[in-house]
C-alpha cells in the first residue's frame, strides 16, 4: 500500500499473509514477503503461498537493491528469508525452475541441457 505525507512516499508492505489450505479454510499466518538473489540481482518479492498445494511460489520484486549486502541487511531487519538462486554456467540466466548439474558439477538451464 502507497501513502503519501507531502514529503514521502510511504510504502507499507505487511511482512505476514494468511494461508489457506486445499479446504480454502485458514491455517495460520505466513510470510507475505520473501528475499531473491541470483547473483546479480538482488530484490524483496511478493511471496506467492500455495500452501493448498504444498509449495510457495516467488512474486514480484517490490523492492531492488544494488548488491548482496543490502539485501542480506533489510532481510535480517524484517526476519526474511532469502531465496538464493545459481545462474546457468553456459547462458547465464537464472536458473530458477528445474534444471540439471553437467558433468563438471555446474549448474545448467533446460535449453544447454545437451
Ligand atoms: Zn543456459
Known sequence: MITTDGKNLILTLPLKQMSYDALDEESGEVDNL???????????????????????????????????????????????????YNRCAVCDKPLLGTHTIDNQGRGICEEHEK
Do not use: H, M, R
Open 34 to 84: 520473501i528475499g531473491y538473489s541470483d547473483g546479480k540481482n538482488f530484490s524483496i518479492n511478493q511471496l506467492i503461498d500455495l500452501s493448498y498445494k504444498g509449495t510457495q511460489q516467488l512474486g514480484s520484486a517490490y523492492l531492488v537493491f544494488d548488491d548482496y549486502e543490502e539485501l542480506k541487511e533489510a532481510c535480517d531487519l524484517c526476519k526474511l528469508e532469502i531465496w538464493e
